[in-house]
């Protein structure tokens, strides 16, 4: 059974640089996805297998992996990118595992 | 791509209700679907997904009392729900998912329908 950790919280001020973090046993193996959901709305997806954008994110937006440790990293954030944000991954025994979420506030 | 969920509403625990999500704008037979929920102020749980020949899978929590089914005809997915409990109490998304060979993951949610589950 897989666990995705995420901080529960990161604070940055606008115009600076977030950083989101998940780990898990094994993520080096496995597809890595983000997805946002601002409030009041369904989770938009926003990276997709490790690293790739789907059409209409923005190009500060972007994803990486080392290790056992997904990042999501937010360059320039404004005020509309506060938001949570949730790591995913496909495991073969529980099928589509969500990390805890991470809340994004821009100070 | 649209999805439209509908079929929330308070429910006493023990009883049943039936979710649906109307889907336009992509081959719908062609793809495997999702349910997913949201626990007031909590996190995403992932409960179902369904192949689009129908093959079925569950998260633990909900085995043996929610059924996913779908209806390739009318674009519809659908989620039945019986024995419900307190802490199904939930926003509930579907999700159009896209599978690859490692497995596959959500990529266009609906809006979500809320369940209440109350004495």
């Known amino acids: 059974s897989s666990v995705l950790t995420q901080p529960p919280s990161v604070s940055v001020a606008p115009g600076q640089t977030a950083t989101i973090t998940c780990g898990g046993i094994?993520?080096?193996?496995?597809?890595v996805q983000w997805y946002q959901q601002r409030p009041g709305q369904a989770p938009v997806l926003v990276v997709f297998?490790?690293?790739a954008r789907p059409s209409g994110i923005p190009e500060r937006i972007s994803g990486s992996k080392s290790g056992n440790t997904a990042t999501l990293t937010i360059n320039r954030v404004a005020a509309g990118d506060e938001a949570d944000y949730y790591c995913?991954?496909?495991?073969?025994?529980?099928?589509?595992?969500f990390g805890g979420g991470t809340r994004l506030t821009v100070l | 791509v649209q999805l439209v969920e509908s079929g929330g509403g308070l429910v006493k625990p023990g009883g049943s209700l039936r979710l649906s999500c109307a889907t336009s704008?992509?081959?719908?037979?062609?793809?495997?679907m999702s349910w997913i929920r949201q626990s007031p102020g909590k996190g995403l749980e992932w409960l179902s997904y369904?192949?689009?020949?129908?093959?079925?899978d569950y998260a633990d929590s909900v085995r043996g009392r929610f059924t996913i089914s779908r209806d390739n005809a009318k674009n519809s997915l659908y989620l039945q729900m019986n024995s419900l409990r307190v802490e199904d109490t939930a926003v509930y998304y579907c999700?159009?998912?896209?599978?690859?060979?490692?497995?596959?993951?959500?990529?266009?949610w609906g809006q979500g329908t809320l369940v209440t589950v109350s004495t």
């Open positions: 995913q991954i496909w495991d073969s025994a529980d099928f589509v595992v």
């Open positions: 999700a159009k998912d896209y599978y690859f060979a490692s497995g596959s993951f959500p990529t266009d």
């Open positions: 297998e490790d690293s």
């Open positions: 094994d993520i080096d193996l496995k597809s």
């Open positions: 704008g992509f081959t719908f037979s062609d793809y495997h």
């Open positions: 369904i192949s689009g020949s129908s093959k079925a």
